[in-house]
C-alpha cells in the first residue's frame, strides 16, 4: 500500500507542474551563458542575505540550472525554516537524499542509494575530523551531521556527478556546505535566537541559544564574523531487542518439540535509551580583501559536544544455560514465539552508565588571487577531533528463577514477586567492568588550484594539486569489577517505566527494578579497582587497538567549454592513495598485557587512479534543459574495515574483523537530468543515474578461532555457558563467527528522481516534493547497505505577511542497515515514516516567532533479520516540539 502511495504522489507532483505550466502567463528567463551565469550565480549566492522560503528556494534552484553537474541545493532559509536540529534534517527535501534515524534525529546521509560512508561531506572545501561518540561504534567516513549546527551554514550544494576538481571519495556524492562570510553581510549585523526542545517520550526539555555578529569596515575590504551556539535536547529510546537466533538442538531437553530447523530467538531484551545531547560551537571566520584582485580567508571552529548516556537492559538469555530450557513453543514461518525455562533459569539486568565527550577544532587559511584572465588559490588548514575519555560503567546483575518468554511480549516470572526483590539480583565473581575508550581522528590538507580563461569553445582550463592526510587512533581498556554482591547492597531507585507504546508487554518486565545513572557511576567509583595497564583485558586491548594512516595526493586538469545553449566540463584526476595500518597480531597466542615484543604490526597498500569525468549541459529553450555525466569515482571502505584486528563479543561469540589488503570501491557512475523550468520559482526535474561498481566490498562471515577473555573474568559464566560450545575449550579459545571485508565482486545501483517546486501564484501557497526510485544489488544477489528501493518527500507550505507555515512529509522503505559492529547481525530497517510541521510568526522584520514539531506520528524504527517473521529490534523515540525566538538587526 506504502509503495502504491508514493507512485501515486509522484504521479501528482508531475499533473500539478503541468498544471500550473500551461496556466502561468509568466515565463523563466533564458538562461544565461554558461560561465559567466555560474561564476556571477555562486558570487550572488554569497552576497544575498535571502529573506524567505520562496526567495531561497528560488536561489538554490539558480543553482542547480546555472551548475555544469548535477547539483541539488538549499541555501540558509531552506536550512531555517525546515523543522530540524541539524544539518541531514534539513537535507531531506533534496531528491535522493534519505537519513538514518536510529535514535530519533537524523545521522547519517545516503545519497542516491548508496551506503552513508561512501559520501564524504566538505565544510568550505576541507574536511571536518570527527569522532564516534556510541560505544562499539567504528570509525565512519560519512559524516555525522548532528556535529554541525544548522545556523553555521549559508549554503549548501550537493553533487551527484564528479568534476575532477572535487576530491576524491564519494561513490553517490559529495555534499559541500558553506559557512556565511563577513564581507557578504551588513556591517553590524546580528542574528540570534533562543528556543526550547521537548521530547514527550521523555518528558523533559531542554533550551538552546545561538547567535551570530557580523563586522565589517566601511571600504568592505576587511570583516569578521563569531557564531556561536549552545544546544541541548533529551534523547529517549525505547524498545524490545532480540539479539539473534538460535537452532532448536541448542536446547536437547526441548528440541523435540518443534521442527529441527525453526528459528529461536535467543534473547527478548526491554531496552531503555536515555542521553543528554549538548552542543557548543563556536566559529570565528576572518575575511581580508585589500583589492579585487587579492582574498584570505581565515576560520576557525570549536565544537563541544557531550553525548553521556545512560542504557537499561533486562533480558532472558537462552542459550546461558541451555539445559533449563523446557519447553518451545512454535509459531508462523518457522519460528518460535514463545517458550519456558525452568528454576535454573537465568535473567539478566545490564545497567551501562557512558560518558562520551567529544572534542573538535579546526583552523582553515584560505588565499586567492586574480589577475588578468587568470586565477590562484591556496588552502591549507587541519582539524583534529577527540574522545580522549569514552568510559562505560557496567554493570551487569542476573536473577535465577523459571519464567515464561514470548517473543513480543518478553519475560513472564513464574514469582513475580522474587523478580521484584532486590536480593534475588546479583553476581558473583564479576558484576561488570569498567571500558575507556581513547579515540582521535585528524586531517591535515593543502591545495592549490589554478584557473586561466581563454576566448573560443574551451574557455577556461583549471589545474590543482591537493594533499590530504587522515590519521584515525583507537584504544579500548577493560577493567572488571570483581564482587560478590546484589542490587540491594548497590542500592535501586525503584522500578522503571517504559514501553507505554509496546501494547501487552509483560508489566514485571518493562516496570522492572532499575539503577540510576549516579547509582552505577557512585557504586563502581566507590570500589577500590586496579587499573594499571597491566591489569586491564589483554584480548579487548589488543583487539580494539589500531592506527590508521592514510595519504592522497591528488592532481586533476579540467577543461571547461561553452558555446550558445552548450556547455560543460571534461577533466581527468589522477590519484595516489597510500595507506598505512597498524594493529596487534598474536598469531594465535594468548593475548597478555603487556603486549609482547615484535606484535605491533604495520602494513601498507598504495594504488593510484585515474579517474577521467565528462558533464554536458544543453538548453534545450528557455525553459528545459538537459544534462549529462559520466565519470569513474573511487571511494574507500570505513577505517576499521583496512585494519587486520577483530573486534570480539564474548557473550554471543562473533565479531567483525578487517582486512588491510581491501582496495576501494570503484565505480563507473553515468547521470543525466531533464529539467523544466516553466514558471517563476518552479521546475520539474527527472534525474536518472546508474553506477557500475567493479569492487565491491563484500562481508563474509566465517568462523575463527579466538580467546575468549570471559573464561578469566566470569568462571562460573565460562563453564554454564560457554565451555564446550561453538568450539570453546579449557584453554580459553572459542570459534567466533566474524564478519570480515574483502575484495571482489560487482554490484550496480539505478534508479531516477523526481523533484517537483512551484509557488502557487500569489496566493502565498507552494510545495516542494521528490521521489526516488533506487534499485541495487551486489553480483551475489544481496541488498546493498542503506538503500531504500523508494523514498518520497512533500513539503507543501504557505508564507504571505507575517505568517509562514510547512508540513514536511517523509518516507523511505526499508532497507539494510548494521552489520559493521560485532555481535549486530545484518538487520534490515522497515518503511520509515517522518511528518513534521513547522509555524512562524513575524512581528516585525526583525523578530519572528516559530514552533516546530518532529515526529508527530511518534513511528517506530523497527529492524527485522532478512525478513518480518524474524523480528530483531523496535523503539519508539517520541515526538519532538521547539519553540524559538529569533531576532535580527
Not at 518443534?258 to 530467538?265: D, G, Q, S
Not at 590543482?464 to 584504544?475: A, F, Q
Not at 604495520?602 to 544534462?627: A, F, H, Q
Not at 515514516?833 to 517506530?860: I, Y
Amino acid at each position: 500500500m506504502k509503495a502504491r502511495k508514493t507512485v501515486l504522489s509522484a504521479s501528482i507532483f508531475a499533473a500539478l507542474a503541468m498544471g500550473s505550466g500551461f496556466a502561468s502567463a509568466q515565463q523563466s528567463a533564458p538562461a544565461e551563458p554558461a560561465q559567466a551565469a555560474a561564476a556571477q550565480q555562486a558570487t550572488d549566492i554569497d552576497a544575498v542575505v535571502v529573506q524567505g522560503i520562496r526567495a531561497s528556494l528560488q536561489k538554490s534552484l539558480e543553482t542547480k540550472r546555472n551548475a555544469d553537474a548535477v547539483v541539488e541545493a538549499i541555501t540558509a532559509e531552506d536550512i531555517g525554516k525546515f523543522p530540524n536540529t541539524n544539518v541531514a534534517e534539513a537535507m531531506t527535501q533534496i531528491p535522493g537524499v534519505t537519513i538514518d534515524r536510529r535514535f530519533g534525529q537524523g545521522e547519517r546521509v545516503s545519497i542516491d542509494g548508496t551506503d552513508p560512508s561512501l559520501n564524504l561531506t566538505f565544510l568550505d572545501g576541507h574536511p571536518l575530523a570527527q569522532t564516534p561518540w556510541l560505544h562499539g561504534e567504528q570509525p565512519n567516513r560519512g559524516f555525522d551531521h548532528t556535529l554541525i549546527a544548522s545556523e553555521l551554514i549559508g549554503r549548501m550544494e550537493v553533487y551527484k556527478s564528479p568534476e575532477a576538481k572535487l576530491p576524491e571519495g564519494s561513490l553517490g556524492g559529495t555534499v559541500m556546505m558553506h559557512t556565511r562570510k563577513p564581507l557578504d553581510l551588513e556591517a553590524n549585523s546580528f542574528n540570534g535566537s533562543i528556543g526550547y526542545s521537548y521530547n514527550d517520550q521523555a518528558s523533559k526539555g531542554k533550551p538552546s541559544l545561538s547567535g551570530l555578529y557580523s563586522w565589517k569596515n566601511p571600504e568592505e575590504t576587511f570583516g569578521f564574523n563569531v557564531a556561536a551556539q549552545h544546544y541541548e535536547e533529551r534523547v529517549d529510546r525505547q524498545g524490545v531487542e532480540i539479539f539473534n537466533y538460535e537452532a532448536p538442538s541448542t536446547f536437547p531437553n526441548a528440541a523435540a518439540q518443534v521442527p529441527a530447523n525453526a528459528r529461536v530467538p535467543n534473547f527478548v531484551n526491554a531496552a531503555w535509551f536515555q542521553q543528554d545531547r549538548e552542543r557548543d560551537s563556536l566559529a570565528v571566520n576572518l575575511q581580508l580583501k585589500p583589492s579585487s584582485a587579492l582574498e584570505f580567508n581565515l576560520d576557525t571552529l570549536y565544537i563541544k559536544e557531550s553525548f553521556d548516556n545512560y542504557n537499561q537492559s533486562v533480558y532472558n538469555f537462552l542459550s546461558d544455560r541451555p539445559l533449563s530450557v523446557d519447553q518451545l513453543n512454535m509459531g508462523p514461518n518457522g519460528v518460535v514465539t514463545s517458550g519456558h525455562s525452568g528454576p535454573n533459569a537465568r535473567v539478566f539486568y545490564d545497567a551501562n552508565a557512558r560518558v562520551s565527550e567529544v572534542e573538535t577544532k579546526g583552523v582553515d587559511l584560505r588565499g586567492s588571487f586574480r589577475g588578468d584572465g587568470w586565477k590562484i588559490n591556496g588552502q591549507l588548514g587541519q582539524s583534529k577531533a577527540t574522545n580522549d575519555n569514552m568510559r562505560t560503567y557496567l554493570l551487569q546483575s542476573t536473577y535465577t528463577g523459571a519464567y515464561r518468554w514470548d517473543i513480543g511480549k518478553g519475560v513472564f516470572f513464574d514469582d513475580v514477586a522474587g523478580s521484584r526483590d532486590p536480593r534475588n539480583w546479583g553476581a558473583t565473581n564479576s558484576i561488570g567492568n569498567v571500558n575507556f575508550f581513547q579515540i582521535e581522528a585528524k586531517d591535515q590538507y593543502a591545495q592549490v588550484d589554478f584557473s586561466v580563461n581563454f576566448n573560443g569553445f574551451f574557455n577556461q582550463l583549471e589545474l590543482g594539486l591537493r594533499r590530504h592526510k587522515h590519521e584515525e587512533s583507537n584504544s579500548l581498556n577493560v577493567f572488571n569489577i570483581a564482587a560478590d554482591t546484589t542490587l540491594a547492597q548497590i542500592g535501586t531507585s525503584g522500578y522503571t517505566d517504559i514501553l507505554k507504546d509496546f501494547g501487552g508487554f509483560s508489566p514485571s518486565h518493562a516496570q522492572h527494578l532499575q539503577l540510576s545513572r549516579s547509582d552505577v557511576i557512585n557504586w563502581v567509583n566507590g570500589r577500590n579497582i586496579d587499573y594499571s595497564f597491566t591489569n586491564g583485558d589483554a584480548g579487548n586491548y589488543l583487539n580494539n587497538t589500531f592506527h590508521v594512516e592514510q595519504t592522497n595526493t591528488a592532481a586533476y586538469a579540467q577543461l571547461n567549454f561553452s558555446q550558445d545553449r552548450l556547455h560543460g566540463n571534461l577533466g581527468l584526476r589522477r590519484v595516489e592513495a597510500d595507506i598505512r595500518t597498524s594493529s596487534f597480531e598474536l598469531g594465535g597466542a594468548t593475548p597478555v598485557l603487556p603486549p609482547p615484543p615484535g606484535s605491533w604490526t604495520t602494513r601498507r597498500n598504495k594504488n593510484d587512479y585515474l579517474l577521467p569525468s565528462l558533464n554536458l549541459v544543453y538548453d534545450l529553450s528557455e525553459d528545459w534543459v538537459i544534462r549529462a555525466s559520466a565519470a569513474k569515482v573511487v571511494a574507500w571502505a570505513p577505517y576499521r574495515q583496512l585494519v587486520d584486528a577483530t573486534f570480539l563479543d564474548n557473550g554471543l561469540l562473533t565479531g567483525t574483523g578487517g582486512n588491510s589488503k581491501l582496495d576501494p570501491y570503484e565505480s563507473n557512475n553515468f547521470n543525466a537530468s531533464l529539467e523544466w523550468y516553466f514558471a517563476p520559482e518552479s521546475a520539474l526535474a527527472l534525474s536518472v543515474f546508474y553506477k557500475d561498481i567493479s569492487n565491491f566490498v563484500n562481508l563474509d562471515n566465517g568462523l575463527e578461532r579466538n580467546f575468549n577473555s570471559l573464561r578469566d573474568i566470569d568462571p562460573a559464566r565460562w563453564n554454564s555457558a560457554l565451555l564446550g560450545r561453538n568450539g570453546c575449550t579449557a584453554d580459553g579459545f572459542c570459534d567466533y563467527a566474524v564478519l570480515r571485508p574483502r575484495n571482489g565482486g560487482a554490484a550496480t545501483i539505478k534508479g531516477f528522481n523526481l523533484g517537483l517546486q512551484m509557488p502557487f501564484g500569489e496566493t502565498g501557497f507552494g510545495i516542494t516534493g521528490s521521489y526516488t526510485y533506487a534499485r541495487g544489488k551486489s553480483e551475489q544477489g544481496d541488498e546493498l547497505p542503506y538503500q531504500s528501493k523508494q523514498s518520497v518527500s512533500i513539503s507543501p507550505y504557505y508564507e504571505k505577511g507575517a505568517l509562514t507555515a510547512r508540513i514536511s512529509y517523509g518516507w523511505r522503505s526499508h532497507y539494510l542497515a548494521g552489520g559493521y559492529v560485532a555481535g549486530a547481525p545484518p538487520a534490515s530497517v522497515d518503511d520509515y515514516t517522518d511528518l513534521g510541521a513547522s509555524v512562524g510568526w513575524s512581528f516585525n522584520e526583525h523578530c519572528t516567532l516559530r514552533l516546530d514539531a518532529q515526529n508527530l506520528l511518534n513511528e517506530k524504527y523497527t529492524q527485522y533479520l532478512g525478513v518480518k517473521s524474524l523480528p530483531l529490534n523496535e523503539y519508539t523515540s517520541g515526538r519532538r516540539y521547539m519553540a524559538s525566538l529569533s531576532f535580527s538587526f
